[in-house]
């Protein structure tokens, strides 16, 4: 049984700061990427961010890059996105999704829905004033 589940979602004003929380059960961490990727009311859910195994990478979207952090605690098993100088388009659901990677350390992470085989409900994310 292996689960994902999100938390830290909310309604923020524009250029307010959220940090979401992504906990694994059932499974450790240590040997899965773990991605971030939202979705918008009629839009197709997009990837945000990845990390790969023990850190060593990172990958984030062009319209997150330099607002939104990801990081991970394996020690917890828990991956955290924390998202800062938000937009109203940052509104969307927000889920976390785990691929084992057996890869060579280092290599990116891929921000594709398909890779990802394992992922949370969801969490919203709402952006307003």
């Known amino acids: 049984q292996l689960q994902l589940v999100e938390s830290g979602g909310g309604l923020v004003q524009p250029g307010g700061s959220l940090r979401l929380s992504c906990a694994a059960s059932?499974?450790?961490?240590?040997?899965?990427?773990i991605a971030w990727f939202r979705q918008a009311p009629g839009k197709e859910r997009e990837g945000i961010s990845c990390?790969?195994?023990?850190?060593?990478?990172?990958n984030y979207r062009d319209s997150v890059k330099g607002r939104f952090t990801i990081s991970r605690d394996d020690a917890k098993d828990t991956v955290y996105l924390q998202m800062n100088r938000l937009k109203p388009e940052d509104t969307a659901v927000y889920y976390c999704a785990a691929v084992r990677d057996v890869r060579l350390i280092g290599i990116l992470c891929v921000l594709s829905a398909g890779t990802y085989d394992y992922w949370g409900q969801g969490t919203q994310v709402a952006v307003s004033s």
């Open positions: 990390i790969s195994r023990r850190g060593a990478s990172t």
């Open positions: 059932g499974f450790a961490l240590d040997d899965y990427n």
